[in-house]
């Protein structure tokens, strides 16, 4: 029988071994949810036995991992602006930089807007865990969460549920803003950005995700350049809309913007790498 301090550094030598990055870090996750500890009792009880069973386990999320399965799929949750979302490989595993919009759009919600009974639509929902987090710290807010596929809102429908905000995040499936059934004051989306042809290029566990949520088409626009369009009959006069996309993408996105909303203006806020990554587009400018 190995003890833990052996069975973690094998595990990260194989992933170090196999070219994945954060090797330790991702052997210690293993290592923590298979004995089901803490992280800082790996560490204090190096000398504890692992058992047959448990050995089973790892290898059975390391021969995955080494197929370049990501960590989220085979945990089968992530954590996201301080709530856990449960995934499987039908959705989109959320990113760190996608909790700036959360954080962007809650400040737009609490400082910038009249009304505190605010309509949101979140398009391209994904597991929900942007509406969910948005749900729960407004607290007066209703929000419409639209996917186009139903195997995403399945998981979705088990995240808002088990994070209690079932009675104001409605699921809807259809064609971007199509099931939003009135004009909403804030749309937030996180919708498919990459262009096409450099999907075969992304790291091997990105292109394991749903090629539904990450194809933007010839020139990743697609669907943020339907989505404005879209708007136009959405948006409420007031309304403002928060979209993350690649830094490059922004100064066209402006441009395609002001040319949907002529009395309105945009601002850019950066992710936590210091990168261009939201574009907010105010239908009518504020000043
Ligand atoms: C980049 S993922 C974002 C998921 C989630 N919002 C997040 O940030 O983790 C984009 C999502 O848009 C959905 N999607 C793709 N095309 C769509 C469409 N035409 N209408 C609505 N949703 C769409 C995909 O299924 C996917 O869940």
């Known amino acids: 029988m190995s003890v833990l301090r052996t069975v973690i550094q094998d595990t990260h030598q194989k992933l170090e071994a196999a070219g994945i990055p954060d090797a330790r870090l991702e052997a210690e996750v293993f290592v923590m949810n298979v004995m ?22 790892l290898d059975a999320f390391l021969e995955r991992r080494l197929l370049r399965e ?38 737009i ?41 139903d195997a995403v809102l399945d998981v979705a429908a088990y995240n808002v549920r088990v994070h209690g905000v079932a009675g104001r995040v409605s699921l809807g499936i259809g064609d971007l803003l199509d099931p939003v059934p009135e004009p909403v004051d804030l749309i937030v989306a996180n919708l498919p950005y990459i262009p096409t042809g ?8 990105v292109q394991q995700e ?9 020139d990743g626009l697609c669907l943020i350049r339907r989505l404005l369009t879209q708007a136009e009959a959405k948006l409420k006069d007031s309304g403002i809309i928060l979209l993350e996309m690649d830094p ?9 913007a002001l040319n949907h909303f002529q009395e309105g203006s945009t601002s850019v806020e950066q ?11 105010f239908r009518q400018s504020p000043e």
């Open 198 to 205: 450099r999907i075969p290029t992304l790291q091997p566990e």
């Open 210 to 218: 749903p090629a539904l949520a990450l194809d933007g088409g010839p």
């Open 109 to 149: 919600a609490m400082m910038g807007m009249e009304s505190r009974d605010l309509l949101i639509a979140d398009v391209g929902t994904g597991s929900g865990a942007i509406a969910i987090n948005l749900a729960m710290h407004l607290p007066a807010a209703k929000i419409f969460a639209v996917d186009v596929a």
């Open 271 to 281: 992710d936590l790498a210091g990168m261009d990554r939201i574009l907010t587009i």
């Open 36 to 57: 089901r500890m803490a992280r800082q009792s790996i560490f204090a009880e190096q000398e504890t036995d692992v058992s047959a069973q448990q050995q089973i386990a």
């Open 70 to 107: 990501p960590l989220a799929y085979i945990l089968g949750q992530r954590e996201f602006y301080g709530i856990n979302v449960i995934l499987t490989p039908a959705v989109m595993i959320p990113r760190p930089e996608t909790e700036g919009l959360v954080e962007h759009a809650l400040f």
């Open 248 to 256: 490059e993408q922004i100064p066209a996105v402006q441009k395609l």
